[in-house]
């Protein structure tokens, strides 16, 4: 393959170590170091490379981005003639702004801050993510901070920033998910609050409604809407008082924020008061520096542009108090505030979500040796539950409130289970449901066997791939083993005072919102173990499905019906999903409200346990667009049913198989029922 730098793109040097690419049509800009010039400026003449490129690879990335073409110049101007000339006779300008908003990457330039990206940026076969951002300076600054902050989570983010007003950019950019910024109508908050009058948030949350609404317009993805930050200085000091004083105002803003956009399926607030309040929101917000409503940075005062001296007559104070104030870094609220985001981010779009904690016994969920102390604890009620205690008491209390979100828990320990199961126990006056039981884990390994095999174990047991499961363990030598021969999973230890809150705030052990199924989630995990024994122990196949009394409910959901669970299903199931497709809120409720396509759900019950809602099916246009399955009830002929319950209440139907790395299970489920194939993944049924 030749490739060479193209016709349109253009390279300026703008400071030391920064070089400038412009795309001279579609005005993408890309801000690279000397070392990815230098590879750019070795393509001035055709250079031959390697097929195919190497996913990952800086060649692959700068050729996606147009950068460099195997086209020869007549060829890329006859390509992009072709893309322009069905357009002909159109306004060529607004023609050519469409194009450039598709192509569009990064924030506006007047506050772009960007880091010039280098070799490390572009490798790397990375997820993709892409991003639209609606919004005015503050998430304009915000936006390659989102992108480095994604780069060190594995993912590769694209981020295009608009204004608040420019709603169709959603319609004209490609994006996973939007991010609104701060609503310029929190100025209004300001207002004196008069019994005569609507609350002084009404503005706000109208702004907030119409731009939902208009985003609906145009795109079912996720919308993630920032609150607002709370002020750290009040114009009336200690007198601002009550719900309508000045940071009460803010309060019930932001509460009446998250009141209404339940009313929206999948928008979501992203709490910026807690964010910023954790770190510190005194050197984060500008209120104390230059105005009440404004909520920016105070280091942004450090990086203004010398024209804008000009209202001051061109004298200002020395900045070094300010500098040091900020600890010397004038984009710390940025990282903040890019972390809030994309731990949204994951949350909603089901990011690198783990499934399953494993934790070690010993140290972990007790001081010592169990077998050694001979209790978990010695504590009683005449001690203090807060104290060094408090430590181990905090840990298995969010232990079991994953298991309430519906993260299955396992244990892996050096240990004789005779022994740990004898002893892990707890007298009467111990606080009641606070403390972890071998009832509350889906899956014990006590035993004197290699932690790594035991996982493995675990692993194939639950039927979860390596990357779903994160592993606690207070010695450096397992967690070294673990991370060495099961790179995929994630593991902690190292600090035990951060595991509690790493558990409850990591954003891939949340979910956007909790069903009935999440909750019980352990006790479905148990049954299907149980199913699992009884299989082994059965003498043929069909003898064990007939002995579990398999039930079955197939219904098309009628407009208005529950979605949560099927959201849930689409995001969470990776072996019995046909095309991957993860179906927001929104998109499935207007499937389901549009006459000749629909949604289909199973649930299933047998002589184990209810099952729950386990499979969903999407029909749209004449075609199954996606068909997920639970894997706790794969082979037990639940998948044909249910395909043949489509089949029956459609006419004939085409349905389409996209190859995943995990999504083997369910390659063969249109050809053992009646379709045939017509190539590309596509399967049709007369």
């Known amino acids: 393959m030749l490739l060479r730098f193209s016709t349109f793109s253009h390279m300026i040097p703008i400071a030391e170590d920064r070089v400038l690419v412009v795309d001279a049509i579609s005005q993408a800009r890309l801000v690279v170091n000397a070392e990815i010039a230098a590879v750019i400026r070795s393509f001035a003449a055709p250079q031959a490379v390697a097929e195919p490129l190497a996913p990952g690879s800086v060649i692959a990335a700068l050729v996606e981005r147009g950068m460099l ?397 390596p990357e779903a499961f994160l592993f606690i363990d207070d010695s450096p030598i397992e967690r070294d083993r673990v991370r060495q021969r099961l790179p995929q999973v994630e593991v902690w230890g190292d600090d035990p005072f951060s595991l509690r809150r790493r558990l409850l705030n990591d954003p891939r052990l949340q979910q956007a919102r909790l069903t009935a199924e999440a909750a019980g989630r352990t006790e479905l995990a148990k049954a299907q173990l149980g199913r699992q024994a009884a299989r082994a122990e059965a003498v043929s196949e069909s003898d064990f499905i007939a002995s579990l009394n398999v039930q079955t409910r197939i219904e098309r959901l009628a407009p208005g019906a529950p979605l949560d669970r099927v959201v849930e299903l689409f995001r969470r199931t990776t072996q019995f999903n046909t095309t991957g497709i993860k179906f927001s809120l929104a998109d499935l409720e207007v499937i389901s409200a549009t006459p000749g396509v629909g949604v289909y759900a199973v649930w299933v019950r047998d002589r184990f346990g209810d099952n729950g809602l386990v499979g969903a099916a999407v029909v749209r246009d004449g075609e199954i667009v996606g068909f997920a399955l639970s894997c706790r009830v794969l082979g037990l002929g639940v998948e044909h049913a249910f395909l043949q319950h489509i089949l029956a209440d459609q006419s004939a139907l085409t349905a389409r198989i996209l190859p995943t790395d995990r999504n083997h299970p369910v390659r063969n489920l249109y050809r053992d029922n009646g379709f045939t194939s017509d190539g590309d993944g596509l399967w049709r049924h007369a």
């Open 69 to 465: 073409t195997e086209l020869s110049p007549e060829e890329e101007l006859a390509e992009m003639t072709r893309v322009l000339s069905p357009f002909h006779g159109r306004d060529p300008d607004a023609l050519l702004q469409k194009f450039r908003r598709e192509a569009k990457e990064g924030a506006e330039p007047y506050w772009a801050v960007t880091k010039a990206l280098g070799a490390a940026d572009f490798e790397g076969e990375r997820p993709r993510v892409d991003l639209v951002l609606l919004g005015d300076c503050d998430v304009h600054m915000e936006s390659d901070f989102l992108r480095r902050e994604a780069a060190g989570r594995g993912l590769d983010l694209r981020v295009a920033a608009t204004f608040p007003d420019d709603i169709r950019f959603a319609s004209d950019h490609r994006h996973d998910a939007i991010l609104i910024g701060a609503l310029r109508s929190r100025h209004s908050i300001m207002d004196a609050p008069r019994a005569d009058r609507a609350p002084p948030h009404s503005n706000f949350l109208a702004e907030a409604r119409a731009i939902i609404e208009g985003l609906r317009r145009h795109t079912a993805a996720p919308i993630l809407i920032d609150g607002l930050p709370e002020p750290t200085v009040q114009p009336m000091g200690f007198a601002d008082r009550g719900p309508m004083g000045h940071r009460g105002r803010f309060r019930v803003a932001n509460l009446a924020l998250s009141v209404m956009i339940e009313n929206y399926p999948d928008v979501h607030v992203v709490d910026l008061a807690a964010a910023l309040g954790a770190v510190g929101a005194e050197r984060l917000l500008d209120d104390g520096l230059s105005g009440f409503s404004h909520m920016g940075s105070p280091g942004w005062m450090l990086q203004r542009a010398e024209e804008e001296l000009r209202p001051v007559h061109g004298l200002f104070p020395d900045l070094a108090p300010l500098a040091e104030w900020v600890g010397g870094d004038p984009y710390a609220r940025e990282a903040v505030t890019a972390r809030a985001h994309l731990d949204a981010l994951t949350v909603v779009l089901g990011l690198d979500a783990k499934k399953c904690v494993i934790v070690d016994l010993d140290g972990v969920l007790w001081p010592g040796v169990l077998a050694e102390t001979g209790t978990p604890f010695a504590w009683t009620r005449d001690d203090n539950p807060h104290s060094y205690v408090g430590l181990f008491f905090g840990l298995h209390e969010a232990l079991l409130t994953l298991k309430k979100r519906g993260i299955l828990l396992a244990c892996v320990s050096k240990n004789d289970e005779t022994t740990v199961r004898g002893l892990w126990t707890y007298p009467d006056d111990y606080p009641s449901g606070m403390l972890l039981t071998p009832a509350d884990f889906v899956s014990l390994r006590i035993n004197w066997d290699d932690k790594v095999e035991n996982i493995r174990s675990i692993a194939e047991e639950l039927g979860f791939a």
